[in-house]
């Protein structure tokens, strides 16, 4: 069974078209992000309690009920905390609630919840609390950890490729990271550690494309070029059978977690699923033009702008 | 035509049959029930241990527990072992605590030149016949506290094992923070209390009665208006001040009370009522006295903190009885049934300095009350031995004020005040009047890992109750199941047989997978099972990497062995500069991550490093064999 037998895609021509929709969604996320006054930052690194608590009717525990969020709202103005962040978490009847202040107030919280509920079952089930200063360093650990892995990666293409395949592929790893944190910006999702793990996976998994599309382009590259556009155009169409399928393979076991994974790993999986998609796209529209610009920059007679037609 | 290929299908038989058995104690603990798992751990506790060491750990996100993150708290340890504290003293401190909150430095630095803001030197403080220099003194000063960091790191791992918590992880972070894991427990206040208690014991003598008698007088006259008039602005500094402390430290007492205006019901001083709802410590009396000593309201509880900040009860105290401290004990348990208001809760006022400190502890044992002795019969009580030195020194303060009452003061607040009956030379002493078993272990576990020499702070917390911890693997289980079949079913299809062998290695990979992370005793997080998913889909890649370039060469006429041969060769370099920017990846991950992330990254790592073997080398030996034995005749690609 084949997807694609022989493709011939003139990836190059469109080049162009490519740099103006990858520009465009930079920059929405770029404004998106600058609107948002940066991406919205979970407790992990704002510092904080997050408190997720379930409730069951004492009667008939398995019987779904809706909780009214102003209910808890008022609860919880009993303890100054009404303005903490209430809302839904995956089901109807469970709550989470986040606070500024950090401690103590936590087993009132769900005491507090019992009292005002007494029909219902209130379970906690999960509570992280964060301290102002731990948050500050992960952020400051988190900028590190990504800036140090693309680092290390751009060393590592430079010794195994040449300078220029790694300038091309950080710029496809830097637009990946960009526009995955526009998507969580414009849907106004929170960024808290997985999240940020979700963006160093794509930082190495994007790369994987990538590379196979170099390692094609440097295999070809051995023969005498004189289109050096058409040569990357065939590399891409040589490798793009597999780009697709393990792309696509990525993908379904993502979307599964995305699914079925539970509300907790949610927003980790649409980071990956983003990155994924994304990073498939700047493989071949990011990566792969970038080496034609150098190189048309370069030696101008070598390249073709419009790519011949085979 | 193939080398080895019997050597290599040995090899991989070998793994196969090494990683099943690293899994098997994995599966055979956890399919047994907690009854038969119990039964067991009673019968054959060498069996028991072995399946439990070998069995893949799980994470606290999944079993449920608590981690917590402690950071010692410098400043309670400045205060403590400083002389001569005054108010600038005071002020630094705050001034100190508040900036070290945002900035990195350490806190003995922030503190010593807050203090030079104040126009202090740190030697008025801490300046002793060795150390008068301000360098000197600066760096004692940070090596106490690097040294208090290990003592609490050791005294932590000893109380946490004696908790009883299967496998507790205690770990120093950095140059002052300590992680603690508490897997399955979840009972939190029990946990944060045993984890947070300072544990000072100390045996102080009380003052003289009248002397208690004039000090608990003065500050009445003080609050109730008929004083020295005091600067209200810097009342309510203090005020303020005392009621942003910060709770997470020691004492059980809560600072944050609601100061009320109550009935007046005093036994002495008639009250001319000065309060405003701005100066709740002023008002009516705060100390009773009666036959059995001073006391005070339940709830004037918070109250008397602040009243106690107050620098102006300082002086009375100071000119009164010297160096002494004015302290809580617990309330009369026979008013338990009454409102706060009506309680009452004794007051002793004891020497500022302890006559014996618990560090000379040696053993602790919590024990049901004597039926002999009226306050103990009904509650629980702790037995306490000395060691040589404490022993020796309990006799000599024993001996030299019996007839007087020594107060047993436990984090600040005294349990009791038994008047010393004699001297007591075997060195044991006990305390009575506890009120559940619980608490009575508790004690016995804190007095016997001895005191922490300065209180740790709670700086972060993450609780997974039990109920979530299940969900999480069950749904973590199922997207698992999902994703293996759905991405076999399409590797059998596109690519028939070899697609069905690459599900062979696939399974395979995740034998390796499993069986590493047990042998690893590494810990499987919902992050970590995330990563087993994502490997699912990332191993097949090296598969499709080479099995279409086999059908390339197959295309381009090659004969089944070459196409074989170079198929593999070309792909290897392809795949390992793939897999490594990804494994580079992983790598800063569990640099930069802690706990469940960690366990997402060593999944990732070891199913990137399992994924290459097994697409490389199994696949190709499975390829090699069935050609080679005829039962494969065409590529089946």
Known sequence: MRFFKRPNIDFMNSRKLAFIISGSLMLLSVISLVLHGGPRLGIDFRGGTLIEVRFEDKANPTAPIEVPINKVREAMGRYGLASSEIKHYGSLQEISIQTEVKKGIDLQIVESLQKEFPQYKVIERRKETVGPKIGKELVGSAIKAIFFSLLLILLYIMFRFEFRFGVGAVVALFHDVLITLGVFSVLNLEVDIPVIAALLTIVGYSLNDTIVVYDRIRENMKKKVTDYAGVINDSINQTLSRTIITSGTTLIVVVILFFFGGEIIKDFALALMCGVIVGTYSSIYIASPILVEWEARRKPAKVKVAAKKR | ?637
């Open chain 2, 1 to 637: 035509m193939p080398q080895k290929i019997t050597l290599k299908s040995v090899i991989i038989l070998g793994v196969v049959a090494l990683f099943a058995y690293l899994l098997h104690f994995t599966l055979l603990f956890n399919s047994m029930s907690k009854e038969e798992q119990k039964k067991l751990a009673i019968e054959n506790p060498k069996r028991y241990e072995k399946l439990l060491k070998n069995s893949i750990k799980l994470g606290l996100d999944l079993q449920g527990g608590m981690h917590l993150v402690m950071e010692v708290d410098v400043k309670a340890l400045l205060e403590k072992i400083a002389k001569n504290k005054d108010e600038r003293f005071y002020r630094a401190l705050e001034a100190a605590a508040k900036e070290a909150e945002e900035s990195e430095a350490s806190f003995v630095d922030i503190f010593d030149q807050k203090l030079t803001e104040e126009g202090v030197n740190l030697s008025l403080y801490y300046g002793s016949r060795e150390f008068r220099d301000h360098d000197e003194i600066l760096s004692y000063l940070k090596k106490q506290a690097q040294e208090s960091i290990n003592r609490t790191l050791e005294i932590l791992r000893n109380r946490v094992d004696q908790f009883g918590v299967s496998e507790p992880s205690i770990q120093k972070q950095g140059h002052n923070r300590i992680i603690i894991e508490l897997a399955g427990v979840t009972d939190r206040q029990r946990a944060l209390d045993l984890v947070g208690k300072t544990a000072k014991l100390e045996f102080r003598l009380l003052k003289d009665p009248q002397v208690a008698q004039r000090i608990a007088s003065r500050i009445n006259e003080y609050l109730t208006g008929g004083g020295v008039s005091e600067d209200t602005s810097k009342v309510l500094a203090e005020k303020e001040k005392s009621s942003k402390q910060d709770t997470s430290a020691i004492t059980a007492e809560e600072l944050l009370g609601n100061p009320q205006k109550t009935a007046s019901e005093s036994l002495t001083v008639d009250t001319t009522a000065v309060a405003t709802s701005e100066n709740p410590e002023f008002g009516e009396n705060l100390f009773f006295a009666s036959g059995r000593g001073l006391s005070i309201k339940e709830s004037n509880i918070p109250r008397f903190y602040k009243v106690m900040e107050d620098p102006k009860v300082k002086e009375i105290i100071e000119m009164e009885a010297g160096e002494a401290d004015i302290l809580l004990g617990k309330p009369d348990a026979r008013t338990h049934n009454l409102p706060p208001d009506k309680r009452f809760v004794p007051v002793y006022v004891v020497n500022a300095k302890p006559a014996l400190t618990g560090e000379t502890i040696v053993d602790a044992t919590p024990r049901v009350g004597s039926a002999n002795d009226p306050n103990a019969f009904g509650k629980f009580e702790t037995d306490l031995t000395f060691n040589d030195q404490g022993a020796k020194d309990f006799a000599r303060v024993t001996g030299a004020n019996v007839g007087k009452p020594l107060a047993i003061i436990l984090d600040g607040k005294v349990h009791s005040a038994p008047v010393i009956r004699d001297k007591i030379r075997n060195g044991r002493a006990v305390i009575t009047g506890l009120e559940s078993i619980e608490e009575a272990k508790d004690l016995a576990i804190v007095l016997k890992a001895g005191a922490l020499p300065a209180p740790a702070k709670i700086i972060e917390e993450r609780t997974v109750g039990p109920s979530l911890g299940k969900d999480s693997i069950e749904k973590g289980y199922k997207s698992a199941v999902l994703g293996l079949i759905l991405v076999a079913l399409f590797m059998l299809v596109y690519y028939k047989f070899s697609g069905f062998l690459a599900d062979v290695a696939l399974v395979l990979n995740i034998l390796i997978l499993l069986g590493f992370m047990a042998a690893l005793h590494a810990t499987l997080t919902l992050p970590g099972i995330a990563g087993i998913i994502l490997t699912i889909g990332m191993a097949v890649d090296a598969n499709v990497l080479i099995f279409e370039r086999i059908r390339e060469e197959l295309e381009v006429g090659k004969s089944v062995w070459a196409s074989l041969e170079t198929g593999y060769s070309r792909a290897f370099i392809t795949i390992l500069d793939a897999n490594v920017t990804t494994f580079i990846a992983a790598v800063v991950l569990y640099n930069f991550g802690s706990g469940p992330i960690r366990g997402f990254a060593t999944t990732l790592m070891i199913g990137i490093t399992a994924s290459m073997f097994t697409a490389i080398f199994v696949t190709r030996t499975l390829f090699e064999l069935l050609l080679s034995k005829k039962i494969l005749k065409r590529m089946s690609i």
